[in-house]
């Protein structure tokens, strides 16, 4: 019996895992140092390995605590060596909003890709930087390939 309840115990714990939730993880670093005011989100993302869905994923509140008020720049995304489907789409949200406005639509599953974030209504409907102030989430869609891999960075500057 006592091995019964610690198989099954074990089979709660390693569920996420045998069933193929996908996953991310985050880790935050200052490029050179933090006086140079640039700081890097990335997020290395796993897909489903049932339906190659990606989990809607919050950013660490950690991350807005160090850097609420700082200016996202750029993105760049790398599909990893099991690479995801061709014209895979990435939004980051704030408030229902797409932080980016689109721009991290259509992602190669072969090349390394930048995009800056699109700002609707700015002269020309320009490219520029996006300031963080609440939490942002990261959204990933239109992926078939069960446990496809890729990595998206996410560059902040401090201004003024």
Known sequence: MKKLALITMIFALFTGSAFG???????????GSSANGVFVIKFA???????????????????????K?????????????????ANYDIAITESGGDVFGGNLGNRSATATE??????PGAVASAVGMV???????????????????LDLWLFFKRVG
Not at 21 to 31: E, F
Not at 69 to 85: L, M, N, Q
Not at 133 to 149: G, R
Request: charged residues 10%.
């Open 131 to 149: 300031t963080m102030e609440t939490t942002w989430s990261l959204v990933i869609t239109n992926n078939a390939v069960n446990s496809a891999t």
């Open 69 to 85: 008020g700082w200016h996202c720049y750029r993105a760049k995304t790398d599909p990893g060596a099991v690479a995801p489907t």
């Open 114 to 119: 930048f995009a800056a974030p699109y700002i």
């Open 21 to 31: 939730q996908g996953a991310a993880t985050q880790t935050g670093y200052y490029l």
């Open 45 to 67: 993302c796993v897909a489903s390995a049932v339906d190659g869905s990606f989990p809607a994923i919050a950013f660490e509140s950690q991350w807005l605590d160090a850097i």
